[in-house]
């Protein structure tokens, strides 16, 4: 089972993710990424969904021409897990 993280282990996460944003429906985190166009935005999203097939954790998203919104939460767990906190780091090395 995958362990929710506590108060003090989510505040450094969210200290270690400037980006990213913490949501309280669903307990997670989010980030908006704005890209030229909309070519630009889904080659983004392969690169996400080939990560997140690695890590067998899919995040919650969205596409609209050039914008891509992130929602990353771990639903067997019940709200943000160190796997999102993983996801998110290597998503932020893709745009790096």
Same mark, same amino acid.
């Given at each position: &089972?995958? %362990?929710?993280? /506590?108060?003090? #282990?989510? %505040?450094?996460?969210c200290a270690?993710?400037?980006?990213? *944003?913490?949501?309280?429906?669903?307990? =997670?985190?989010?980030?908006?990424? *704005?890209?030229?166009?909309? /070519? $630009?935005a889904f =080659?983004? &999203?392969?690169?996400?969904?080939?990560?997140? #097939?690695? $890590?067998? @954790? @899919?995040? #919650?998203?969205? /596409?609209?021409? /050039?914008?891509?919104?992130?929602?990353? *939460? *771990? @639903?067997?767990? =019940?709200?943000?897990?160190?796997?999102?906190?993983?996801?998110a780091r290597?998503?932020? $090395?893709?745009? $790096?």
């Amino acid at each position: &089972m995958i %362990a929710r993280l /506590n108060d003090e #282990e989510r %505040a450094k996460a969210c200290a270690q993710l400037p980006e990213w *944003t913490a949501i309280p429906k669903p307990d =997670g985190l989010s980030r908006r990424f *704005t890209f030229a166009d909309f /070519n $630009a935005a889904f =080659g983004f &999203m392969t690169r996400v969904a080939i990560l997140a #097939e690695k $890590a067998d @954790h @899919h995040p #919650e998203w969205s /596409n609209v021409y /050039n914008r891509v919104d992130i929602v990353l *939460t *771990t @639903h067997d767990a =019940g709200g943000l897990s160190q796997r999102d906190v993983d996801l998110a780091r290597a998503i932020d $090395a893709l745009i $790096a």
